[in-house]
């Protein structure tokens, strides 16, 4: 049974940083893609940023890009996700994924993940 598990998120005023992780069980880690997501209050869950099973390849949303750093640890089965000059519209519940085959080198699409964590808060104040 795979079980991912996030932690690290919080409140933080805007300009802060924070350090998401997740913690991942029941497969082997380092054969799959891993991914955070996000959904904003009212909105729909929308792609943050994927890293390839290898730690390799990774790819961001434009909102992401230059401010947020995703990496992973496969020796501790951990994904991170580092988020510098946090804005408020940054603010969403964040979850992390894992890709629903070996061939995904790191996808921006919900259907590409088969597994999913239970979210953790970010809440960023102007």
């Known amino acids: 049974q795979v079980r991912l598990v996030e932690s690290g998120g919080g409140l933080v005023q805007a300009g802060g940083s924070l350090r998401l992780s997740c913690a991942a069980s029941?497969?082997?880690?380092?054969?799959?893609?891993m991914g955070w997501f996000r959904q904003p209050p009212g909105k729909e869950r929308e792609f943050v940023a994927a890293i390839s099973s290898g730690g390799g390849r990774t790819v961001y949303a434009d909102s992401a890009l230059g401010r947020f750093t995703i990496s992973r640890d496969n020796a501790k089965n951990t994904v991170l996700l580092q988020m510098n000059s946090l804005r408020p519209e940054d603010t969403a519940v964040y979850y992390c994924a894992q890709a629903n085959s070996r061939l995904n080198g790191g996808s921006r699409y919900r259907q590409d993940y088969a597994y999913w964590g239970q979210g953790t808060q970010v809440t960023v104040s102007s």
């Open positions: 029941g497969r082997t880690f380092d054969n799959y893609a």
